[in-house]
């Protein structure tokens, strides 16, 4: 997810300089790459600051453990494994960094239980059990949903579930929304 937010950043950043030439080539704006730079340089020192400070080691940047029912991160990545998804919402959030949850070795006990996960830039993984029945939605400007080990019903509008999902005892909501990001979830 870290590189992809470079490759963004700088990208944009490509898109915004070969516009202003543009501009500059028909006469709608007077440009000059060196003027750009003359007076925006401290930004450029700016950017690489906060590339060093947000470069730590991996163990600095994510979190391994929350209360289980919230978990939020401004920069950096949620690394959590889960005894027991709690009733109720469980909220986890990043607005930039991806969000990885292992339920997959605990038990969904009777009822309804939800998790949401928001992100403006980040992809999610969550690692669920293979008899795991569960609700999705997806909700991204950029982003997919995609599965590995079970089989997905569509119901349309970004709302998938298993296909036992309206009959099981233990049902698992999963709200995912995210400006740029990917849903993946795994059965193992």
Known sequence: MRSNFWQIFFGLLLVVIGALYLFDSFGLMDFSI??????????????????IIFSGTRANRM???????????VFGDIHLDKSAVQSGVNR??????????????????????????NTFIGDAKIYLPKDAQFSCKHTAAIGDLKSEGMELVTAGNGK????????????????????IGDLKIVAV
């Open 63 to 73: 979190v391994k453990e929350g209360d289980g029912a919230n978990t939020e991160r």
């Open 92 to 117: 986890y959030s990043s607005f930039i960094g991806d969000i990885h949850l292992r339920i997959s070795e605990s038990e969904l006990g009777e009822g309804e239980h939800e998790i949401r996960i």
């Open 34 to 51: 060196w003027d750009f730079f003359d007076k925006f340089w401290p930004l450029i020192l700016i950017i690489l600051g906060l590339m």
């Open 160 to 179: 998938f579930s298993t296909k036992e999902f309206n009959s099981a005892s233990s049902k698992l909501f999963i709200r995912f929304s995210a400006f």
